[in-house]
């Protein structure tokens, strides 16, 4: 079994979370420039065996496309024609900055740990993640 890889995908920076091999625990891995990205995860799935990518769809509340959906669509495709054999899922990541913020207050990051926008990038994947490895628990 292979990690799930969660991208929150942006257009200065793209925040990585991963599982366990078990796909247990969502960690946050890295926070890595948006140019970079894909020589980033080539070299990360050399290393770990890799299953599916979970990337972040940004929606508005009306479920609508925002100024971001386009560039994440095509980040998406590059993706898939990067690694043609890992699933590569969208799951909805309205409000991770937002918790992943709270998240960061309520496990007391300092100021400076919160103003690194790196930082909230990395925790909102981790949010993606667990978000998708629990719809992915109800649906069984």
């Known amino acids: 079994m292979g990690r799930l890889l969660a991208i929150d995908y942006g257009l200065k920076r793209v925040g990585l979370a991963v599982t366990d091999p078990l796909q247990i625990i969502a960690t ?12 980033y995860l080539k070299n990360y799935t050399l290393q770990e065996p890799v299953e599916a990518f979970i990337v972040g769809k940004p929606m508005d509340l009306k479920m609508r ?15 898939k024609k990067t690694f043609p054999n890992t699933i590569v899922h969208l799951h909805d990541e309205r409000f991770t900055s937002k918790m992943a913020l709270e998240a960061m ?8 740990e919160r103003r690194t926008k790196g930082n909230i990038d990395k925790v909102s994947a981790v949010i993606i993640l667990q978000s998708f490895m629990e719809s992915q628990q109800f649906n069984k």
């Not at 946050?28 to 894909?38: F, K, N, Y």
């Not at 207050?105 to 400076?112: C, D, P, R, V």
């Open 105 to 112: 207050i309520t496990g007391g990051s300092t100021k400076k």
């Open 65 to 79: 496309k925002t100024d971001s959906t386009n560039a994440v669509l095509k980040f998406v495709k590059q993706l």
């Open 28 to 39: 946050a891995l890295e926070t890595v420039p948006t140019h970079q990205v894909l020589t």
